[in-house]
């Protein structure tokens, strides 16, 4: 009996991006398999936050296509991709430090009591455990205040918040930064557990070791396109660094 094909979640062709005369992304096709984790990675400039917006539909692409689960869609907005399970965690984590886990977990869709405006806490006390366990994140208590937790904390509540509100496809901005090795560790385990529940990642990082670690597959973005698609098995870091300084020697020339 021969193997099932994998589901492919997204698709990108063709897509380009211009700010009058600068060209921020030209031609650039990606895709992305159910429960695939896909590293994107490229110097400052290259491309990456602009192709990271425009599939969470901040800004519209100027050219290309965007197929979700073979569908061709527009991304016209930040809820709509949302609405069709898209959803970003940015290094800022976009959490208020001052208010409980549990709060940050429902920000902007608090349960409340029927349509009488208070807020259920008890419920998003519950469900706000519920979502971390199944993520196998452990913090002291909901009730803690996001500013007393530890940055892996943080960053591991950012995500829980993203795929509680069902995520189908995660976009992580450098979840690793300004990372100890036990954090990091942390965090990479929170990824592969994603990986097995389903959740197709595209996870942006410039600390290559980590993103061999946890990716199945490499996208490598330069002046705007992609220039090496290769999965994690076929390709080794010293391959990766040698691609990247032949570029450094080639501006400098």
Known sequence: MSEQAPEEVLRIEGIAKRYGAVTALRHVSLRLQRGEVLGLIGDNGAGKSTLIK?????????DGKIFL???EVKLRSVPYARSLGIETVYQD?????????????????????????????AAMRREAREHLAQLGINLPS?????????????QAVAIARAVSSNAKILLLDEPLAAMGAREGAQILDLIRSLK????????IGHNYVQVLEVCDRINLLQR???????????????????IVMREYRTAAQ
């Open 69 to 71: 689960h073979g569908n």
């Open 54 to 62: 425009i599939i969470t539909g901040f800004i519209q692409p100027d």
């Open 93 to 121: 984590l976009a959490l208020v430090n001052e208010l409980s886990v549990y709060h940050n977990m429902f920000l902007k869709r608090e349960r409340l009591f029927g349509y009488v405006p208070l807020l259920n806490n």
């Open 142 to 154: 909901v009730d803690t205040e996001v500013a007393k937790l530890s940055g892996g904390q943080r």
């Open 196 to 203: 097995r529940k389903g959740v197709s990642v595209i996870m």
């Open 224 to 242: 705007g396109e992609i220039t090496y698609d290769k999965p994690v098995t076929q390709n080794s870091l010293e391959e990766i660094n040698e």
